[in-house]
C-alpha cells in the first residue's frame, strides 16, 4: 500500500544556534564534562533550569557505562530512519556507523544483502547510498543523531546520552513502501549478526522513529504493526514518537505510535516542570512514558549546535536509553541479548517502563505516568539480573542539593551537597571562558549531608562555573554573582 504521510517531524521544532565556548575540562574517572553540558539539563538538572533533579540521572548511569559496546566488546548499533544526517559533523563523524562487511565505493554488493556500497546505511527515498543528502544531511535527522550518540570523548561540544554508540541512518520518503524497505534492512542486519555469532551483520538495538502518519490504527495496515513485531523477534525494539499536536491518539489514531506491539515503545514530550507538554499527542493506552524533550540542545547541521525541541526530540533519549542499557557491562546481559535477543528485548523494555519518575502533570494522559529515568532502568536491569557487584556501585549516587543563594547578592554563598561515602572533593570556579577565578578548595567530607561555604567576594558580575569531583562525583553548576 502506498499512502502519502502528514510527518509529525516538521512541527514543533525550535531551533537557535549557538556559537562555541571553551571546554571546561572538568574531569573525575571515566566522566568528562564538555563545552556546553550546563545546556544539556536532560542529562543532570542541578535548579538551572526548572526544580533541581527533574532529568534522566545520566551522569548516574555513566558511572556503570558510558555506552557503545558489550561486555564482550561488541559495537551496540542504534537505527535512525529519518532524512538524513551530516555524517562529518565534529560531534558525530567519529560514532556513524561503518558496514565492515562491505567494500567502499567499488560498485559491488559485497555482504550480498542487495544494496551496493551501503557504508553508512540506505537512501530509501531516492535509492542511493547517500544518507547525507549530498553532505550537507538535514536539520532533523542531524538534531535526532546527536541526541543519541553524540561523541561525549572528544573534547568537545555535547554527549549524545551514549558518549560512544554507532549510529546507522535510513533516509525514507513519504510512502510506507520505503518505511517498511528500512525496517526489512534492519531485520536483515540484526538476523545476520545473530546467525553468525556477531561475525557478520549489526548489533542493532533500536530504532528510532520521530516522525508518524496521523488518522491511522493498528488495523488499517497491520503489516506495519507485524513488522515491529518482526523487528523485535530479532532483539531490535522500535521507539516512535507522539504527534506534535493534544490529541488521544488512542482516539484519533497514530502509527507508528499506535502499533500494539509490545517490542515498540511510544513517547511523548515533557518538559523541566516534568509537565508534558500541553501540544504533545497522549494516550492513556497507547503512549507508554514521557521523555524531556523540551529544549535539547544537540548537533546541528554546518557543523553547529542549536536547541531542538517536539516529541522528535523526546524520542531519541529514550532510543538513546535502549542503547546504554544494552551496554551494561555483565556477561549474563550479553549471552542473553546473544541466545534469546527478543527475551532480552522486553526484559530492557519493561525496566525502562517500570522505573520512571512520575510526571507532576499529564502523568494520567500516559501509560507509564512516568518520565524516563536512566539510572533507575539501569539499576532495575542490575536487580532483575541479580548483577550484585554493579547494583552497590549504582547505589552510590552522590547529589548535590543546593547552592544558595544563586544568584549571589551576598559575598558568600553554601553550598550543600550529599556523599554517599566519606571522602575528599575538589571544588574550583571557573569562568565561562574556562579561567579558574578562585584558588581551589579540597575538603573532607562525611557521609551523609555536607555544608562547604563559598566566598565570592572577589568575584565580579556575572556568570561561573562551579565544579566538585572526586573519583565518585563529577558536578558542575552555574553561580550568577550580581
Not at 248 to 274: A, H, K
Not at 436 to 459: C, E, H, R, T, Y
Request: include cysteine.
Amino acid at each position: 500500500m502506498i499512502l502519502t504521510m502528514n510527518f509529525k517531524n516538521v512541527l514543533k521544532r525550535t531551533f537557535i544556534l549557538m556559537l562555541f565556548v571553551p571546554v571546561l575540562n572538568t574531569i573525575a574517572q571515566e566522566i568528562e564534562l564538555l563545552p556546553y553540558d550546563h545546556l544539556q539539563w536532560q542529562l543532570d538538572n542541578h535548579g538551572d533550569f526548572g526544580p533541581c533533579d527533574v532529568d534522566m540521572d545520566l551522569i548516574d548511569a555513566w558511572q556503570i557505562t558510558t555506552g557503545g559496546k558489550t561486555f564482550s566488546g561488541k559495537e551496540i548499533v542504534v537505527a535512525i530512519i529519518d532524512r538524513g544526517v551530516q555524517l562529518t559533523h565534529e560531534d558525530l563523524a567519529s560514532n556513524i556507523w561503518i558496514n565492515k562487511d562491505e567494500i567502499p565505493d567499488n560498485g559491488i554488493d559485497d555482504d550480498h544483502n542487495g544494496y551496493i556500497d551501503d557504508i553508512h546505511g540506505w537512501n530509501f527515498n531516492n535509492n542511493t547510498n547517500d544518507v547525507s543528502l549530498e553532505g550537507y544531511g538535514h536539520p532533523h535527522g542531524t538534531a535526532v543523531n546527536g541526541i543519541i550518540g553524540a561523541d561525549g570523548t572528544n573534547d568537545i561540544g555535547i554527549s549524545g546520552v551514549n558518549q560512544s554508540v554507532k549510529l546507522l541512518n535510513l533516509v525514507r520518503g513519504n510512502d510506507t513502501t520505503s518505511i517498511f524497505e528500512c525496517y526489512e534492512y534492519l531485520i536483515a542486519l540484526r538476523k545476520k549478526f545473530n546467525e553468525t555469532e556477531g561475525r557478520e551483520g549489526a548489533l542493532i538495538v533500536a530504532v528510532n522513529q520521530s516522525w508518524g502518519v496521523g488518522s491511522l490504527f493498528a488495523s488499517d495496515n497491520p503489516y506495519w504493526c507485524n513488522q515491529i513485531d518482526a523487528m523485535g523477534e530479532q532483539g531490535i525494539l522500535s521507539v516512535a514518537a507522539a504527534p506534535n499536536e493534544a490529541i488521544d491518539i488512542d482516539s484519533l489514531g497514530d502509527l507508528p505510535s499506535l502499533c500494539p506491539s509490545e517490542y515498540q515503545v511510544s513517547v511523548t514530550n515533557s518538559n523541566y516542570l516534568d509537565e508534558k507538554i500541553i501540544s504533545a499527542g497522549y494516550g492513556a493506552i497507547s503512549v507508554d512514558l514521557s521523555a524531556p524533550g523540551y529544549n535539547s540542545f544537540t548537533t546541528a547541521i554546518n557543523n553547529n549546535y542549536a536547541y531542538f525541541s517536539g516529541t522528535s526530540a523526546a524520542a531519541p533519549y529514550v532510543a538513546g536509553a535502549i542503547g546504554i542499557l544494552s551496554a551494561l557491562p555483565l556477561e549474563e546481559w550479553e549471552n542473553l541479548m546473544k541466545n534469546s535477543p527478543s527475551e532480552a528485548a522486553l526484559l530492557l523494555r519493561n525496566q525502562i517502563l517500570n522505573n520512571t519518575d512520575a510526571l507532576i502533570s499529564g502523568s494520567e494522559l500516559i501509560a507509564s505516568g512516568g518520565r524516563l529515568n536512566i539510572y533507575k532502568a539501569m539499576k532495575g536491569m542490575c536487580i532483575e539480573l541479580n548483577a550484585i557487584d554493579l547494583l552497590n556501585q549504582l547505589d552510590r549516587k552522590d547529589q548535590v542539593l543546593s547552592l544558595y543563594p544563586n544568584p549571589a547578592i551576598i559575598d558568600n554563598a553554601l553550598l550543600v551537597l550529599e556523599t554517599k561515602q566519606a571522602a575528599w572533593i575538589t571544588l574550583e570556579v571557573s569562568s565561562v571562558n574556562g579561567v579558574q577565578v578562585l584558588k581551589p578548595i579540597k575538603k573532607w567530607l562525611n557521609a551523609g549531608i555536607n555544608s562547604i561555604s563559598l566566598d565570592v567576594s572577589k568575584l565580579n558580575g556575572g556568570y561561573y562555573f562551579v565544579s566538585i569531583k572526586n573519583k565518585f562525583i563529577s558536578k558542575t553548576l552555574k553561580l550568577i554573582k550580581y
